[in-house]
């Protein structure tokens, strides 16, 4: 085999070539200074971009964002110690919603690890349990390999966040190139095509089936697959229902379209899943938002679950049939097996509820009601722009309010509820995605756990829209204070909000401050005309709008709230 003397730096660097990385988010450390001493030649050819982050933690979700908006690995990096831990949040957030992301962290040199050395941390102790997988690699001859395999895994079977943790005599030391073929690693075989007579099983509940709903989930856009989710929604004559991860993977304008079910989903996809006779779940892991009560979920109703991760079956729910697979793969055998199926009593009633149970909202006399804003930020992007939303409220109204036709078009932190996610996953969407319109739905508190990333997206020029749905409150956990703690508002007041028209102008970014609904789909439109440069638009919203539907936790659809109670 024939090797090349170079650093570690050089090598590393070199793999990410090979990768095809085109950018890096991240802020150095001293023990990172050899990668960056090497990364400086590469960004000064134009051969690769750097993107300074002011914390590590907007890295992490700006390699989230690219590489939810892409499909691509996205790639972050932070020195040592604090800097390692600045990465924990968002690479949990990866790992809970299947983000393949990489991430090289700076470790002290290997002679003073497990000495307490300044800025020393057991980065890969700490992340075990919210990576796909982790290395600590002390052989530089081991580093070629590790790092292939860390984009291989990241990216292949369930895809998740891989880290690297690089001590500093590694990266500045001889390194060694070598060849290798990662694709066949020992002990790692993600199942692909699925067992094929379970297939067949599978398509024969489908053909019969006299109330049948899909419910799908990130998996699916994850594989590529909601083209055959298409097929076989119109083949068959199914309604779908999509979980937050999944919002997309439908077109949410398409007539068998059932929405999102759930705490906060519509009527029409929870009584959905509530009364099918087969429940069809691809790419989904059967989430306590979405299932409520276990012990009335779907309780007349066969289950079919398609997921790639083995793990994932008899979790939650025990499924009549479990194929273990790639959805694609599994879909491509599937489909062609199905039977068309007519429309009868089921669609009939499916239909009835979605004419029944609309989404509605009341404009208040004074103010402006937030379902509004997302209103008309749909209306005037035609649909078409990446959504990356914060969490709380905010999150809710844009999955309620912003339909989505297409995979990698809505970007939200689904199971660890991240606030603070937003704002750097839409500058990661918007550099993966130059010429698309990016917008962060936001709320006041959200915003401000990130809202130092303005100085990234102002020095790099990147148009990304920002709508604040100021209600001065943490307003999910105000809204659950009301409706179940006797309106006792404790620690969600968010009095002492800054001004956000004239913080964002103070990072060089344009800032508008909307006060009524007569002014909303101008600024809006304000806000599209930039083109070089963040924008925040505060929206004064209604303070004690809620969100509904609503499912209380721990609850099952026959306990929904569909507006507020008298």
């Known amino acids: 085999m024939a090797t090349e003397q170079m650093t570690g730096a050089d090598v590393l660097l070199r793999v990410f070539e090979e990768e095809g990385v085109e950018v890096v988010f991240g802020i150095p450390g001293g023990a990172t200074i050899p990668v960056f001493d090497k990364l400086y030649h590469k960004t000064e050819a134009g051969e690769l971009r750097f993107i300074l982050t002011r914390h590590e933690q907007g890295a992490a979700h700006a390699a989230d964002g690219y590489a939810r908006a892409t499909g691509r690995v996205g790639v972050c990096t932070a020195t040592s110690g604090p800097g390692a831990l600045n990465l924990v949040t968002g ?59 860390a984009f291989f895994i990241a990216r292949t079977g369930r895809p998740g966040p891989v880290l690297i943790d690089l001590p500093a005599d590694v990266s500045a030391g001889p390194g060694v190139w070598t060849e290798r073929d990662v694709s066949n690693l020992r002990g790692y075989r993600p199942p692909e095509k699925g067992d094929p007579e379970a297939i067949t ?46 919002k997309g993977a439908f077109p949410e304008t398409h007539l068998l379209s059932a929405g999102m079910p759930g705490m906060h989903g519509v009527v029409p996809a929870c009584y ?105 930020i749909y209306e005037v992007t035609g649909g078409e722009a990446i959504i990356t939303t914060e969490v709380g409220q905010n999150q809710m109204w844009a999955a309620q309010y912003y339909k989505v036709d297409r995979p990698r078009h809505f970007l939200s932190s689904g199971g660890l509820g991240t606030m603070g996610y937003g704002f750097p996953a839409a500058i990661g969407a918007q550099m993966g995605c130059p010429d698309a319109v990016v917008w962060d739905i936001a709320g006041d508190g959200s915003i401000q756990m990130n809202i130092q990333e303005l100085a990234t997206a102002v020095i790099n020029k990147l148009p990304v829209k920002v709508a604040i749905l100021n209600n001065s409150y943490l307003g999910m956990v105000r809204q659950w204070q009301e409706l179940f703690y006797d309106r006792r508002y404790s620690g969600t007041d968010l009095t002492g909000n800054p001004d956000f028209v004239r913080v964002a102008e103070a990072y060089g970014a344009v800032g508008i401050k909307v006060g009524a609904p007569e002014e909303v789909r101008a600024a809006i439109e304000k806000a599209m005309e930039v083109d070089d440069r963040p924008v925040f638009i505060d929206f004064a919203v209604v303070k004690e709008e809620n969100v509904f539907p609503m499912i209380p936790a721990g609850k099952s659809p026959d306990d929904l709230m569909e507006h507020q109670p008298d």
């Open 91 to 149: 690479l949990c957030t990866a790992h809970m919603d299947s983000i393949p992301v990489v991430a090289i962290t700076g470790q002290v040199k290997t002679a003073a690890i497990g000495t307490d050395a300044f800025q020393e941390a057991d980065t890969t102790g700490v992340t075990v349990p919210i990576t796909k997988h982790n290395y600590l690699v002390k052989d530089p001859a081991e580093l070629a390999h590790v790092v292939r395999e």
């Open 201 to 246: 099983q599978a398509a024969a509940m489908i053909s019969r089936a006299e109330k049948p709903i899909l419910y799908i989930g990130g998996g699916v856009i994850a594989s590529g697959a909601a083209d055959l989710i298409k097929e076989l929604a119109e083949k068959a004559n199914i309604y779908v229902v999509h979980t937050l991860m999944g």
């Open 272 to 376: 959905g899943l509530r009364d099918a006779g087969l429940i069809i779940a691809i790419g989904v892991r059967f989430d306590d938002r979405v299932t409520g009560d276990l012990s009335k979920f779907a309780q007349g109703a066969e289950i079919i679950h398609i997921d790639i991760d083995p793990a994932e079956h008899n979790k939650v729910v025990q499924p009549d049939v479990a194929i273990a697979g790639d959805a694609r793969e599994v879909l491509a055998q599937l489909v062609p097996q199905v039977q068309p199926r007519p429309r009868g009593e089921w669609e009939e009633q499916m239909a009835q509820w979605q004419k029944d149970h609309p989404l509605r909202y009341t404009q208040p006399p004074e103010g402006i009601a937030p379902q509004y804003v997302v209103e008309q």
